[in-house]
C-alpha cells in the first residue's frame, strides 16, 4: 500500500519541494493549510486531482483555528504515511499513529527524540511566557532545502519498502 504525503502548508518553505517529490514516487499528496489559503497555488494543472493508482494531490482547507490543519491532518493519517510539518506537535501526533515525519530543514523525527524536542519547545515557551527571549530559527537556507529534498526521498522509499512487505 502506498503512503500518503501531508503536507502542513501553512509558511512552509518547501512545498514545491516536497511535491515535486511525490510526483517522482508517484505517491498521492495532500496539501493542508488555513482556507484563506490558496493552497491550490501548489498544484500544478496537468496534476491529477482524485485518487488514482499513482501521484494524485489534493487539498485539505481547515478552518482558521491555531491547530485547526494538525487535527485534520493527524484525522486522516494511516500508518506509513508521511508528514511535513514544522510544528512538533504535529510531528508528535503522527507518530503516535505510525506515520513517519519530517521538518522543513530536513530533520527526521523519530519516537526516540520527540519527547526531548517537546520538552524543549515547553521549556522555550516559559521562558518566553516570563518575558524571556529565546532565540529564533536560523534563516532557511539552500542547505536546508537539499536536506530535506535528500531525508524526504529516503522516507518515501522506506515508506514504499515497508508497504510492499506488508502485502
Known sequence: MKPTMFLDADACPVTAEALAVARAY???AVVAGNSTQNLARHIRRGDPRTPSDGFWVDTLPVGVG???ADFAIVQELQPGDIVVT??????AMALGRGARTIGVRGRVYTLATIDLDLHIRHEE????RQGGRTRGPA???DEDR???MANLRRLVEESLRDGEREH
Open 26 to 28: 508517484q505517491v498521492p
Open 66 to 68: 491555531a491547530d485547526a
Open 86 to 91: 514544522q510544528d512538533i506537535g504535529l510531528a
Open 125 to 128: 515557551k516559559k521562558v518566553r
Open 139 to 141: 534563516a532557511f537556507e
Open 146 to 148: 537539499e536536506r530535506f
